[in-house]
Nanobody, 125 residues
Framework: QVQLVDSGGGSVQFGGSLRLSCVFS????????IGWFRQIPGKEREAVAC????????WHADSVKGRFTISRGEMKRTVHLQMNDLKPEDTGVYYC??????????????????WGRGTRVTVSS
C-alpha cells in the first residue's frame, strides 16, 4: 500500500538549517505531486511547499519563499525540503503528503490523499 515516511526534523537555533525528507512507496506510477504541510501550535494546518511530478513545477508559500526549497531527491521516490534561515515561528510538525493539487503558478491545495506521520521542527531564539 502507499506509504510516506517523513523525517529530518530536529531542534535548531534561530538562523539554522534542516533538511526534511519524504520517502514514498506503493505508487504504481509517480504521484501527481508531493507537498509539505505544517501544523504550528495554535494555528490551522498550513501548506508550505509542493513539487509537481506532472509538470516539474514547484511552489512555496510566501512565508517561506527564499528560505525553503522543495526538490526531488537524488534517490527515486524522495522529495526534500531544505529549510534555511529558520525562525521560531517555523516551529511545528511538518507532514509530507501525496496526490493533491500542486502548480507552480497557482499553488497547492487540499485534499491530499496520502500522508506521512510528521516530523517535528523546533527553532529556538
Amino acid at each position: 500500500q502507499v506509504q510516506l515516511v517523513d523525517s529530518g526534523g530536529g531542534s535548531v537555533q534561530f538562523g539554522g538549517s534542516l533538511r526534511l525528507s519524504c520517502v514514498f512507496s506503493g505508487f504504481t506510477v509517480d504521484p501527481y505531486a508531493i507537498g509539505w504541510f505544517r501544523q504550528i501550535p495554535g494555528k490551522e494546518r498550513e501548506a508550505v511547499a509542493c513539487f509537481s511530478y506532472y509538470d516539474g513545477s514547484s511552489w512555496h508559500a510566501d512565508s517561506v519563499k527564499g528560505r525553503f526549497t522543495i526538490s526531488r531527491g537524488e534517490m527515486k521516490r524522495t522529495v526534500h525540503l531544505q529549510m534555511n534561515d529558520l525562525k521560531p515561528e517555523d516551529t511545528g510538525v511538518y507532514y509530507c503528503a501525496a496526490d493533491g493539487f500542486c502548480s507552480g503558478d497557482y499553488g497547492m491545495s487540499a485534499p491530499y490523499d496520502h500522508w506521512g506521520r510528521g516530523t517535528r521542527v523546533t527553532v529556538s531564539s
